[in-house]
């Protein structure tokens, strides 16, 4: 079989397109940056006149020379290839103090601190020639309601502050919608105004996935028999050509996450939607999964299946939550690391186009809706940006839910990490902000020591219906549920012990200067106090005065938290017209936004529950809708 395997394989690559074609980089319009400078000046409260932008030749390299040479005027001379011009000139402006930490926030020098940098030369060295952020739209965030919702302005600021951080790839996931032209009409001009930057635009769909609404381009009948769906595939993907102008397109295999399709018939797809899309000039790439379940005997793992695809499909191997590729122990998905992933990213980097897709903010009960600000996240990119430079990865397709709760602090360190001038430098957007490094220094390391290495996420994430009813697979997370806890208090007694040795441990956060970093990790750190009340609650009997007391001390470090909470909604919600700490209709499969749960601490009150009632029923305060999320329109 092996030997038929590598056959088949060799034949594949025989009749398949040039061995890893990349698609060409847009240019950005020279108008378009200069209207966007103007609108910068404008915030910074300086004349439109003072910062200009000259485009210049230049024998080698990306460099913008700082010419002071004019009397009222500062003149940017930008020297670039045509496809990074417009990074170059950006990031000068972040040279001389221009910050864009999330697209509504903008940190601004003076005329004087500007001037001071008069004669110098900044050079742009990206990392990676593609860079960018898939907008998870399957989560109810900022991004549905900008770029699928039709509220304009949320889009055109996320595709500036991309642009302003030398980002030059932008995509959103398409949902299955019964007027699915609005979502058209919606995506359309923002993608154009994305091109006007020079930032390549992607959609997400699916052959066949039936969770959480994605769009696909086959019936369940179709992906189930195979009868009738290459023609399927052809007509759907010339309609999505006509209607959307995007340029490049990412495919999901298999009905879900957990479950597979026929694996020669989804070769057989892969390869006729690849075709079909390079003769329109654009470019398919195939999600890998990190689900360890789907194997076979003549393929192997399901989600590797592209590595015997034409080598014109491109992939996007994909890691999760705050794990990185080298680390230990990442027991996710019934995973203990990402060792294989790793390995077959380096592989087919040699063959195929090859983006590395992490993520930076992990919805369903385990960090941006709980809360937990988990620092892990900006030493994780660091390290794995480091580790696909050297394997020669050309791209990074930066997965995020939202912005908000914080998260914006890891998509802006994410999309700094791209310069080769903050190679290694994890804490670079602290730095930037002004932050004391070493106050944060031992935030990171007490993060990393106790929440990855040892293990506390498991205790201070919560579960959802799938982790406590694994109808396919294994739970999201690996973790000891409050049900088994409960059953033996003994085992409840060792974890609330290694939460109070951490909560002896916690360092100071009083010093941290951003008001909203600084709530957050007040927040995640009450998140450990009110862990360890439950499982010491665990530790007596069902009725007894002592377990009440316990769960009595839980409530209060939730109402505290509740307060805290507040606090930060009401001075930091950027995104009011989204409704994200709010319950509403949206074309995702949830009701509510991605910070709801957290503007309520719902997981915080459920585990309460849980323990108070003796009620440890999955659908028990269940906000998900197991047959909705899997399974509707």
């Known amino acids: 079989m092996a030997l038929l395997l590598l056959f088949t394989s060799f034949l594949i690559q025989a009749n398949a397109s040039p061995v890893n074609p990349q698609i060409p980089l847009r240019e950005a319009s020279l108008n378009t940056v200069k209207e966007d400078l103007r609108l910068i000046l404008r915030e910074a409260h300086l004349s439109s006149n003072f910062l200009k932008i000259y485009q ?10 700082i010419d002071c040479s004019q009397e009222n005027e500062i003149r940017l001379m930008v020297g670039a290839t045509q496809n990074e011009w417009s990074s170059t000139f950006y990031k000068g402006l972040r040279y001389l103090g221009f910050l864009f930490p999330h697209p509504r926030i903008q940190v601004s020098p003076t005329e004087n601190q500007i001037r001071s940098h008069c004669g110098e030369t900044v050079v742009w060295k990206p990392r990676f020639s593609y860079r960018g952020f898939h907008m998870h739209t399957q989560h109810p965030s900022e991004w549905v309601h900008g770029f699928l919702m039709g509220d304009q302005k949320i889009g055109m600021d996320m595709i500036r502050w991309s642009a302003r951080n030398g980002q030059n790839l932008i995509q959103v996931v398409l949902l299955r919608q019964p007027k699915f032209e609005k979502i058209i009409s919606s995506l359309r001009p923002l993608f154009n105004f994305a091109h006007q930057f020079g930032i390549y635009t992607g959609v997400s769909g699916s ?55 026929n694996e020669e018939r989804t070769l057989k797809w892969m390869n006729l939607a690849a075709k079909k899309l390079s003769r329109a000039g654009r470019q398919l790439w195939i ?11 003549n393929y192997g793992n399901f989600n590797f299946l592209p590595q015997y695809a034409d080598s014109e499909v491109g992939i996007l191997p994909h890691t999760v939550m705050f794990y990185g590729l080298n680390d230990l122990y990442t027991p996710m998905y019934g995973r203990k690391n990402f060792k294989d992933l790793h390995h077959f990213m380096k592989e087919e980097v040699k063959k195929r186009p090859t983006w590395y897709f992490p993520e930076t903010s992990y919805f369903i009960a385990m960090d941006i809706d709980v809360p937990l600000f988990l620092t892990d996240y900006l030493k994780s990119r660091s390290d794995d940006f480091d580790q696909i430079e050297s394997d020669g990865v050309k791209g990074v397709l930066t997965f995020t839910t939202g912005q908000e709760l914080g998260y914006w602090l890891f998509d802006w360190t994410t999309a700094l990490l791209i310069d080769s001038d903050y190679k290694k430098d994890e804490k670079i957007a602290l730095k930037l902000l002004g932050e004391d490094l070493k106050v944060w220094g031992k935030i990171l390391e007490f993060q990393s020591k106790f929440f990855k290495k040892k293990q506390l996420i498991s205790m201070i994430s919560s579960t959802n ?10 739970p999201i997370h690996e973790r000891r549920l409050l049900k088994e806890l409960s059953k033996n208090p003994i085992l409840a007694g060792v974890q ?54 316990l769960l009595n001390k839980a409530k209060q470090k939730r109402m505290k938290g509740l307060r805290l909470m507040s606090k930060i909604i009401s001075r930091f919600n950027r995104y009011p017209e989204a409704y994200v700490f709010e319950e509403h209709k949206n074309p995702t499969s949830y009701a509510w936004g991605y910070g709801w749960p957290a503007a309520t601490l719902h997981y915080w009150k459920r585990e309460e529950e849980m323990i108070r009632r003796n009620i440890y029923r999955p659908t028990f305060m269940n906000i998900f809708e197991a047959l909705p999320f899997l399974f509707s329109y």
Do not use: C
């Not at 009813?469 to 294994?474: C, D, E, R």
């Open 207 to 261: 052959f066949a996935l039936q969770q959480q609404r994605s769009l696909r381009l086959l019936t369940p009948f179709q992906s189930l028999t195979g009868i009738g769906a290459e023609k399927q595939i052809f007509l759907q993907l010339q309609n999505w050509i006509k209607q959307i102008d995007f340029d490049f397109l990412t495919l999901e295999i298999g009905t879900s996450e957990l479950t597979s399709t």
């Open 287 to 297: 999600k890998v999964h990190v689900s360890s379940n789907q194997r076979s005997k």
């Open 56 to 65: 210049t030749k230049v024998s080698k390299g990306n460099k913008v020379i």
């Open 465 to 474: 219906l799938f982790d406590e009813l694994p109808l396919i697979g294994s």
């Open 496 to 549: 609330a012990a290694q939460l109070e040795v951490a909560l002896d441990a916690l360092p100071k956060t009083k010093e941290i200067k951003n008001l909203e970093l600084r709530a957050l990790m007040n927040m995640t750190f009450l998140r450990l106090s009110h862990s360890y009340f439950l499982r010491k609650a665990l530790t007596y009997g069902k009725h007894t005065q002592k377990r009440a007391f």
